[in-house]
């Protein structure tokens, strides 16, 4: 029983092989005397890293293939998401290399964290024993925290730090005691042992009821589902842009990929409590998310409570998922629309961290005005972010909330689709704002540092990638449900 | 693939446009290519076979499979003319905007061809989805053209305009999702070809507002409706039309509201017959009060842009009571109607734009006298006035007649409203029409240091293909009607059980020769 196999280490190779690079640049410094190599070096060390992590993913992963006793499993899901969250991770450090607040000293240490930090991501999205899933979260968020802090911005980022880790302290918290309930009312913390008989617990069993409401709301932190989101826009704010896109795409990708796996089974969402409960903070999310963002100011929260608004959605997709006997095309539509929306929101993010002129300036919406005219090319890149993001077609984005609504629709849940695509009417008003400052205000805006730089092409890639995602969409969706069964 | 020419060679050359390194030479290149684009669409007109209600010079391919989802552009006698309502007007508006827009020429013209070639999707799609990313696609390049080159209160208004139209159609999206379930239990495979969903059975329980029919109608005409604009529905018209730049407001009553009134024609009213038969009054009752209440609020404004807007307002009132009469009368009036709209209006806004260019006011009680100083702004002018107030022999004549023939014919009542319409109408273009040409000079004609120059060159040859087609379309009606004349009869004939059928390229020659044998 507790030998590792050869199949065992393979399957996991991809972490192993992000982990061993992740201390390449450290090591080096150590090396050097406790000075920075170039970070260019860095960078590409690290950007190897991913590579061959995500090639790895690839290759060796597949359907029902599962390690160490059924501990992670590497399914279609897996691959995906993981797949998000690395590329996520992969432009994060991109932008990381040109942020103010993040390049320079300590870079080597930056790099360490976030790839550590994705190793734990790529943990928690192949993760089925609770046990194992609380260890992928924790190593994930562990070094966020210290990233936050890093920053060279002195103290917006500490208070930013210090709320995600107290925060976020408390949510691990109420998830490790879900899991002590569940333990003790089903006797084990594997998902697949306990999911047989989860239908009828959830029925008779309270302990069991209550354990995982508690794994949910631990979950709904992470993810921002409101009323737990109240971080969401200090801390997106308050971090270094490059970590607010980090967190933006690739922890909420990994996170709903657990939501995936624990909760989108008919058993639970099926029954009429928690079928409730999690409808009721979909819509919550939508309404709160949308009309908060109305009333921001700075671009980096509006994006946040617009990432408020969109775990909304994808909560909408979860319960599909979840009330549906096959529970492969609600679970694709998420996988599709996190793919989407990692896109656009990595897009977003990139635009305002160009704006950035040094690690203490604040980039409010008004700050666009004039882009337009000084930078065509980027105004069109945001122009088309922020249309995706409303969801207008021919873009991805459209496409995204199409597969989640077609499929919320086909489960006879037209009332949440209803109440999606009524938000996300609000939403078009906030996201036409920055809009309506890049093109029809004058000013002065202008991009800091040098037009041609690799913020720039990661910039102008993303709004190609959206626009042609958007006329290939159909076999994309296609292939993430084909690798679902 | 001449139907997927004429809707993308306008985004083709939107890049060329936007690449093009002259700005000098941006006006006439494209004024070229806006050329070459009508006259591609001339091409329909002759391959169009006019005897056959079928959907002619198809296009199908597979999107998206695991949907149903397909690339379908057709054309049938309802497209037809609104296909060249928009391809007719763009070189008009681009020669009309040559001297008024100034800044930013590129962005305008890659906008207005982006804009056209959502246009003639909207007005060739034949699947839903397809159709659905045209009409959203769009509002994007309108609100681009109100936003950067408006007037004052442009953000306001293109904001307004951007929300309403997207929150109607809203709706609509998940009433197409619906339908593709529907289409899914019926036949067993999911679709969103419209030719299917005119297949569908779709219950109706009349009185009861929640029942499927009746939802799903809704669904779709509230995104119709906040487009033409019926009347409680209107408000951002008058804003969008008010601070839009003279092209954008030609567009946007030349061709975008006739996108709400055709989709009455070609979704609301073939797929949900019964429910639109049993709500016809409804419909009919707004565009008759939208008729009397466009007309009333046009007369007192005294902006003479803003009058002609509500003056749009009234017009599609009459569209709409003409397509809810579900006669033959009503409905080619009111396809009609939607041409002449989009001609006459889309004259007035060009002329309001003339005249704006040389005073920059569009007071009307700043004016007075123009008739003696304007003598061919003037005449052309008084034309187009007497074309937007249905004068016979204008093309305004046919239309309007249409429809109050065939409504007096489903629903007399409606038709006694509609006719005092007509008056009012007369009234306000006239009463403008005396308050600005005629009497006293006012401020700004009386004005020596900025005396006034009659139209040149330029401005003459806008109007004139404008005012030839007012009389074209008025004293030869039937070199329109017989095109679309199949189409709206298997319309009207076969509401309840409307059906389309694909006519295959080359079938339309062998009947033409077994008809000559």
């Known amino acids: ?92 450090m991109i932008m990381m290399y040109e942020n103010p607040a993040t390049v320079g000293k300590q870079f080597s240490e930056l790099i360490f964290l976030a790839m550590s930090s994705a190793v734990g991501m790529l943990i928690l999205v192949a993760a089925v024993d609770l046990l194992v899933v609380f260890i992928g979260l924790e190593m994930m968020s562990l070094p966020l925290y210290l990233m936050i802090a890093m920053s ?22 109420i998830l490790l005691y879900g899991v002590a309930l569940i333990f003790g009312s089903t006797g084990g913390t594997n998902i697949l042992a306990f999911m047989g008989d989860a239908a009828e617990l959830v029925q008779t069993s309270r302990l069991f009821l209550f354990g995982i409401t508690f794994v949910i709301l631990g979950f709904c932190f992470k993810v921002s589902i409101a009323p737990f989101h109240a971080w969401t826009p200090d801390v997106y ?98 996988i599709f629309y996190l793919l989407s929306y990692a896109f656009m929101t990595l897009g977003a993010f990139a635009i305002a961290s160009m704006m950035e002129r040094s690690e203490n300036h604040i980039i409010n ?71 309506v400052v890049m093109y029809m205000k004058e000013g002065e805006a202008e991009i800091a540092g040098h037009s041609l730089n690799a913020t720039t092409i990661t910039a102008v890639v993303m709004a190609l990638a959206i626009v042609l995602m958007g006329f290939v969409s159909g076999p994309i969706f296609s292939a993430v449900e084909k690798s679902l069964f | 693939m001449i139907l997927s020419s004429v809707v993308f060679l306008p985004l083709l050359f939107a890049l060329i446009v936007a690449v093009w390194p002259k700005t000098s030479s941006i006006r006439h290149l494209a004024f070229g290519f806006s050329i070459i684009e009508f006259l591609l669409s001339l091409r329909l007109v002759q391959l169009f076979d006019s005897n056959t209600a079928g959907l002619q010079m198809v296009e199908k391919h597979l999107w998206i499979e695991r949907f149903g989802i397909s690339y379908f552009l057709g054309i049938d006698g309802i497209s037809l003319w609104l296909v060249l309502l928009t391809t007719f007007l763009t070189p008009i508006i681009i020669l009309a905007s040559w001297t008024s827009i100034s800044e930013r020429i590129k962005g305008f013209h890659v906008s207005l061809f982006v804009l056209q070639t959502a246009m003639l999707g909207t007005f060739l799609a034949f699947d839903a989805i397809f159709f659905y990313v045209f009409w959203e696609l769009s509002l994007v390049p309108m609100y681009f053209m109100i936003g950067i080159w408006g007037g004052a209160r442009r953000i306001y208004a293109t904001v307004k305009f951007f929300i309403y139209t997207f929150a109607g159609s809203v709706l609509m999206l998940i009433a197409i999702i619906y339908m593709m379930y529907l289409t899914q239990e019926a036949t067993g495979a999911m679709s969103a070809n419209l030719l299917d969903f005119y297949k569908l059975k779709i219950p109706f329980v009349g009185g009861a507002f929640f029942s499927l029919q009746t939802l799903l109608f809704f669904a779709f005409a509230l995104a119709f409706a906040i487009k033409v604009p ?38 609301v009213i073939p797929l949900f017959p019964e429910a639109s038969e049993y709500w016809a009054w409804l419909f009919m009752l707004i565009g008759a009060v939208g008729i009397i209440y466009g007309a009333l609020v046009a007369m007192v404004q005294p902006d003479v842009k803003k009058l002609v807007a509500y003056s749009s307002v009234s017009h599609m009132g009459y569209i709409l009571l003409g397509l809810f009469a579900f006669n033959s009368y009503g409905m080619s009036g009111g396809l009609y109607q939607m041409l002449n709209h989009g001609i006459s209006t889309g004259a007035l806004f060009i002329m309001i734009g003339m005249i704006y260019e040389r005073t920059h006011s569009r007071e009307i009680a700043k004016y007075g006298g123009l008739a003696g100083v304007l003598p061919l702004f003037t005449i052309f002018f008084f034309i187009v006035t007497l074309s937007s107030i249905a004068l016979p022999l204008t093309n305004g004549f046919i239309g309007e007649f249409l429809i109050l023939l065939g409504t007096y014919q489903a629903q007399p009542v409606f038709a006694y409203f509609a006719v005092t319409g007509v008056i009012f109408g007369a009234v306000y273009m006239l009463w403008m029409f005396k308050r600005m040409f005629f009497g006293a000079k006012g401020e700004l004609v009386a004005d020596e240091h900025h005396p006034l120059f009659d139209l040149n060159f330029r401005e003459v040859a806008v109007m004139i293909p404008l ?16 095109y679309s004349k199949a189409s709206i009869d298997n319309l009207v004939n076969n509401r309840t059980n409307y059906n389309l059928t694909i006519v295959e390229p080359g079938a339309a020659e062998i009947m033409h020769a077994q008809g000559e044998k």
């Open chain 1, 365 to 435: 919406i008004d700050d666009l005005a004039g882009l337009a005219k000084k930078r065509p090319m980027l105004s069109l890149c945001m122009t088309v972010f922020l249309l995706s993001l409303a969801g207008i077609p021919p873009t991805v984005g459209f496409f995204g909330k199409f597969y989640l609504f077609n499929a919320a629709v086909g489960e006879g849940l037209l009332w949440l689709a209803i109440w999606g695509v009524v938000s996300s009417v609000i939403g078009v008003y906030y996201y036409l704002r920055p809009i």
């Open chain 1, 237 to 334: 704010q308050g971090a270094p842009t490059p970590h607010s896109a980090f967190m933006a795409t690739a922890v909420k990708a990994v996170s709903f990929a657990a939501f995936l796996r624990i909760i989108a089974t008919q058993a639970l969402v099926g029954s009429d409590h928690l079928f409730d409960i999690l409808q009721w903070l979909a819509v919550i999310t939508m309404i709160v998310g949308n009309t908060a963002a109305i009333l921001q100011n700075n671009l980096k929260r509006m994006i946040a409570y617009s990432s408020v608004a969109h775990s909304g959605y994808l909560l909408i997709g979860v319960i599909t998922a979840g009330v549906s006997q096959n529970s492969i095309f609600g679970a694709s539509s998420v």
């Open chain 1, 152 to 173: 060279h911005e002195g103290k917006l980022s500490k208070e930013a730090a210090l709320k995600y880790f107290l925060l976020g302290s408390f949510a691990s918290a």
């Open chain 2, 230 to 267: 019926v009347f409680p529905l209107h408000t951002w018209l008058p804003d969008a039309h008010v601070e839009a730049p003279t092209p954008g407001s030609v567009i946007l009553a030349g061709v975008m509201l006739k996108m709400g009134t055709y989709g009455f024609m070609r979704w």
């Open chain 1, 1 to 92: 029983m507790n030998t590792v196999t050869l199949s065992d280490i393979l399957l996991i190779s991809p972490m192993i092989a992000l982990f061993l690079t992740s201390l390449i640049p450290i090591t080096v410094k150590v090396l050097r005397g406790n000075r920075e190599q170039h970070s260019l070096a860095t960078l590409s060390q690290a950007l190897i890293g991913i590579i061959i992590s995500l090639g790895l993913l690839v290759i060796f992963g597949g359907a029902g293939k599962t390690a160490f006793n059924n501990g992670l499993i590497f399914d279609g899901v897996t691959q995906w998401l993981g797949a998000v969250a690395l590329g996520s991770a992969a432009v994060g």
């Open chain 2, 467 to 482: 005012v030839l087609m007012i009389f074209w379309m008025g004293i030869f009606p039937n070199h329109f009607l017989d």
